[in-house]
Nanobody, 123 residues
Framework: QVQLVESGGGLVQPGGSLRLSCAASGSIFSISVTGWYRQAPGKQRELVAAITSGGSTTYADSVKGRFTISRDPATKPVYLQMNSLEPEDTAVYYC?????????????????WGQGTLVTVSS
């Protein structure tokens, strides 16, 4: 069974920073894309940032220049560094991975979501 575990959420004042971490475990042969999403109360879940296995990144316009997604090649967690946080960034942040199942042939591709971590930006 494949699992994603997020950590690093919490309460921060406007203008502050947080770093979220997403760690995968289980029967994963390779991960093609890892994305961070968020869902604020009463709103739809939206893509915040994503990174491919090749290192290409994409960001929502609302976080460009403030958030950075990265991946540790050695230990394989994916991080979301969030700077200059605003109250509008308050949401539950979820990690999602698109991966190839280990030992599958022909290849089987699946997606998995983490349980989410709450980020609250408030004074």
């Amino acid at each position: 069974q494949v699992q994603l575990v997020e950590s690093g959420g919490g309460l921060v004042q406007p203008g502050g920073s947080l770093r979220l971490s997403c760690a995968a475990s289980g029967s994963i042969f390779s991960i093609s894309v890892t994305g961070w999403y968020r869902q604020a109360p009463g709103k739809q879940r939206e893509l915040v940032a994503a990174i491919t296995s090749g290192g290409s990144t994409t960001y929502a316009d609302s976080v460009k220049g403030r958030f950075t997604i990265s991946r540790d090649p050695a230990t394989k967690p994916v991080y979301l560094q969030m700077n200059s946080l605003e109250p509008e960034d308050t949401a539950v942040y979820y990690c999602k991975a698109s991966f190839r199942v280990a030992g599958s042939w022909p290849p089987v591709y699946q997606e998995v979501w983490g349980q989410g971590t709450l980020v609250t930006v408030s004074s």
